[in-house]
């Protein structure tokens, strides 16, 4: 089987990077189309004769003009190449719609078209709407503009790869799409990447003696973060020697009342915030941290839940479908309900006052992960659906 890619910005997502290679050397070839490649001796160190990277451009180019000659890039290639499947993982644009009725008027067989949806758009727009104040309509025009591209793309694809079983309800209850085309199939983390790391917290500038809490995404009301900050002084009244780290961005029009919210419950001084850093600092924080918590409302797969627990991090996390998927049997992750602050500073406490509780949630999760969410594991599970839709 031959396959080929499309993932603009590839080099940027080193897990994803490693799984499609790992995809790479399970089928007889796959090519990678990417828009540019900023550090060629880098990433192409990782091309062989079975994985092939494809970049477009010396620099970044608009949307629209990378699916202009992505397309132009595939009549090429298909020139010359049996190629089987045609995965587009540029997940808001048209180029599947384009591919595939382009593909349907050669008499030959031509390729699948898998399209691959990573995000709750439409399930997010509609959920966005009910939290208020929100003041920005930047997001819902972002998004609206992206749940119409995706509905194009999904309404043409062969097969329809989702990270949740969230985001597969969304498509069969707002878009019509059929579930048989469509493959849940859970993002992967490099574990030989993100694993623990020994470092200890005055190595960070933290004190030794304070149980740290650690939060890391976007800071914004779907993360959760305001039960978040509910939460924390229920764990001061307890453990006063706590402080939460932030590690994310705050967009601007959430800024003045996340800092309203925080000084009215007068834990400004225990609250660290950071701004996004390099995977090698971002695992040790994942490795000093006593409690990852992500309270999130609303979520495809979030990949830092995956990241803390390989690090050995205990998790309290909400009990939605894309983090339950991690941890079906409720075995590692401490899971609450949403919108729970009670719930939240209950378990963090239990995890905070019992060392052997939490190291053992911490191992049962490292050992989960590595077997069943690593970049081999996952990349078998797509060349596996790849089969099911070539026959």
């Not at 706590?242 to 609250?271: A, P």
């Amino acid at each position: 089987m031959k396959s080929c890619l499309i993932y603009p910005g590839i080099e940027n997502y080193r897990s994803r990077q490693k799984m499609f290679e790992c995809l790479g050397n399970i089928v007889e070839k796959e090519f990678i189309i990417t828009d540019h490649i900023g550090d060629k001796n880098r990433l192409l160190t990782n091309e062989n004769e079975r994985v092939t990277y494809i970049g477009l451009y010396e620099h970044q180019k608009l949307k629209p003009i990378f699916m202009y000659d992505t397309y132009k890039k595939m009549n090429e290639l298909l020139c010359y190449n049996d190629i089987d499947i045609i995965h587009d993982y540029f997940y808001n644009s048209i180029i599947s719609n384009t591919l595939h009725r382009r593909l349907h008027l050669h008499e030959h067989d031509y390729p699948k078209v898998v399209t691959s949806i990573v995000s709750r758009n439409i399930g997010w727009y509609k959920e966005i709407r009910k939290l208020e104040p929100y003041p920005s309509l930047r997001y819902s025009y972002l998004r609206g503009v992206n749940i119409f591209l995706e509905y194009i793309s999904c309404k043409q694809a062969d097969g329809i790869m989702v990270n949740s079983e969230e985001i597969k309800q969304d498509l069969i209850r707002y878009c019509k799409i059929c579930p048989d085309i469509i493959r849940v199939i859970p993002n992967s983390v490099d574990t030989d990447y993100f694993r623990p790391n020994y470092v200890k917290k005055d190595q960070l500038g933290l004190n030794p003696e304070e149980n740290i809490l650690l939060f890391v995404g976007n800071v914004f009301r779907l993360k959760g973060i305001y039960d978040l900050f509910d939460a924390l002084p229920k764990v001061l009244i307890k453990e006063p020697n706590t402080r939460l780290i932030i590690i994310g961005s705050i967009h601007k029009d959430e800024l003045q009342y996340l800092s309203n919210y925080i000084k009215e419950r007068k834990i400004e001084s225990n609250i660290l915030f950071l701004n996004h850093m390099s995977q090698d600092e971002l695992i040790k924080y994942y490795s000093v941290a006593d409690v990852f918590v992500f309270p999130s409302l609303y979520e495809g797969s979030p990949r830092s839940v995956q990241e803390a627990i390989a690090c050995g991090c205990p998790v309290v996390a909400t009990n939605i479908g894309g983090i339950n998927i991690l941890d079906e049997n409720h075995e590692y992750i401490s899971f609450v309900n949403i919108k729970s602050p009670d719930m939240i500073s209950k378990k963090v406490l239990e995890l905070i006052k019992d060392s052997n509780l939490a190291k053992a949630k911490a191992k049962k999760g490292i050992h989960h992960i590595q077997q069943e969410f690593s970049d081999k594991s996952v990349a078998g599970q797509i060349v596996e659906f790849y089969h099911h839709l070539v026959g």
